[in-house]
């Protein structure tokens, strides 16, 4: 595409509406080409469909929006597996961009190949500064905007949003973890990096300068994540847990994996239905009167997805919140970074 | 002014197919009329009043569902409403 001589390379990105609200760097051939050789697939294989308007996209498409979003080359092959991710029909970016609820996609980065590119596990991790974090979630989310017309204001109905829908991708620290990483647990090996794709709100911080021990620690996170979302949705929505490396140091001094954990969180995360019942505690929004009386998990088995990040300093952890998952919802979606 | 004369297209570069709207119809009186139920809570309550109504002016009334409000309604579903009935109605929301 031609720009007229006196167009303003940047002014004119925006009048084309192919930005996010920030400035975009111009996608000149030069740029695209040296991107593509990011990775080793062809620039005319197709990827996938963009939701919603289901345009096949070519890997030379995604090129351009990762030029745009401020890539590096070397960064490409996490994006193109993002977008693999995330336009799955598990994942079902149509519904996560049409819903109301204020959710989008937030990208895990697992395995040798974040480190590689330079990407952050570490301070200020679900936060901005790091190049390689910014621009692949960014590099995503102009995808979708522009080659699957996900607009805000257009499929994009989100109440309120959050800033993360600016782009939220960062890396688990896992050469400071004592457990398995996100990946390892959804069935990636550790030699493999991998990006998983979970759809999410922003995050909210877990504070507890107090727990010494891993049993207080994990009754705080449990009381934490008992209220994701709202106190009055269980089983319906999926949650992640990140852990910060002080937090962490609890579990790590004690001896505790990811299975004890995972067994001792789950045994607190049980509601009584009696609760939050509709016009319990005299608030009408719940569930119907027909469940009381019993006590349920608040998430499904496998609902709740723990990564390790964070500064070293701080005892604070984040939780982040789903929106509908299962068939009939958003799936976390998990899937090889090829290079 | 431009430092970069030529840039690539980060769209998909479609133009939307473009179709004629079918005629409103001036009376429902014989017409068949689905009534779509996204699946969202208390979609039903909405419809159901939507039949009593247009069931009285005449309308025969078809009644859909979708499997799940998150989703596009499958082809198939909505070539049948297309292929039976003359219009439809769709309940968005609770």
């Known amino acids: 595409m031609n720009l007229a001589t006196l167009e303003d ?3 004119a990105m925006f009048d084309r509406g192919w930005t996010d609200g920030l400035p975009v760097v111009p ?20 990827v996938c469909l963009i939701p919603p308007n289901l345009a096949e996209c070519t890997v030379e498409k995604v090129a351009v929006n990762a030029v745009l979003a401020g890539c590096r080359p070397e960064y490409l092959p996490v994006v193109l597996a993002s977008v693999e991710a995330v336009c799955s029909d598990e994942f079902n970016m149509h519904g996560v961009l049409a819903t109301t609820m ?6 895990i980065v697992n395995g040798p190949l974040a480190s590689q590119i330079g990407m952050n596990s570490g301070i200020n991790v679900l936060g901005h500064g790091n190049r390689a974090n910014s621009s692949i979630g960014r590099a995503v989310q102009l995808v979708v905007r522009n080659m699957g017309g996900g607009a805000p204001g257009g499929v994009d109905r989100a109440t309120l949003g959050h800033m993360g829908k600016q782009g939220f991708c960062f890396a688990e620290d896992e050469a400071g973890s004592p457990w398995t990483s996100l990946a390892e647990e959804r069935g990636f090996g550790p030699d493999l990096s991998a990006v ?6 922003g995050p909210r911080l877990v504070v507890d300068q107090r727990s010494r021990s891993p049993e207080s620690l994990t009754r705080m996170l449990a009381d934490a994540l008992l209220g994701a979302v709202s106190p ?9 847990l990140v852990i910060s490396p002080e937090h962490m140091s609890r579990y790590r001094d004690a001896g505790w994996n990811r299975t004890r954990f995972t067994e001792e969180i789950s045994a607190l995360l049980m509601v009584e239905t009696d609760g939050i019942v509709f016009g319990a505690g005299g608030i009408e929004e719940g569930i119907p009167e027909g469940l009381a009386g019993i006590t349920v998990p608040k998430f499904r088995p496998g609902g709740l997805l723990v990564v390790h990040a964070g500064g070293p300093a701080g005892l604070f952890s984040a939780v982040i919140g789903g929106w509908l998952n299962g068939p009939a919802g958003s799936e976390p979606v998990t899937r090889e970074v090829i290079p | 002014m431009n430092t970069h004369a030529t840039v690539l297209d980060p769209t998909a570069e479609d133009r939307p197919a473009e179709r004629e709207r079918c005629l409103r119809p001036e009376s429902l009186a014989g ?6 139920d996204i699946s969202k809570p208390r979609g ?9 109504r247009i069931g009285g002016l005449g309308a025969r009334v078809k009644r859909y569902t979708k499997p799940t409000f998150t989703k596009p309604a499958p082809v198939d579903l909505r070539h049948e409403i297309a292929t039976t009935c003359d219009a439809v109605i769709e309940a968005l929301a609770d």
Do not use: K, N, Q
């Not at chain 1, 204020?102 to 990208?107: D, K, R």
């Open chain 1, 27 to 46: 996608p000149t051939e030069a740029r695209v080409a040296r991107m593509l050789e990011g990775t080793s697939r062809d620039a005319h294989d197709v």
């Open chain 1, 196 to 201: 998983t794709a979970f759809c999410g709100e």
């Open chain 2, 31 to 36: 017409l068949t009329v689905g009534l779509l």
């Open chain 1, 9 to 11: 390379d940047h002014e």
């Open chain 1, 232 to 240: 009055r949705m269980v089983m319906g929505l999926d949650a992640m």
């Open chain 1, 102 to 107: 204020s959710v989008g996609p937030i990208l």
């Open chain 2, 44 to 52: 039903d309550v909405f419809l159901d009043r939507v039949e009593e």
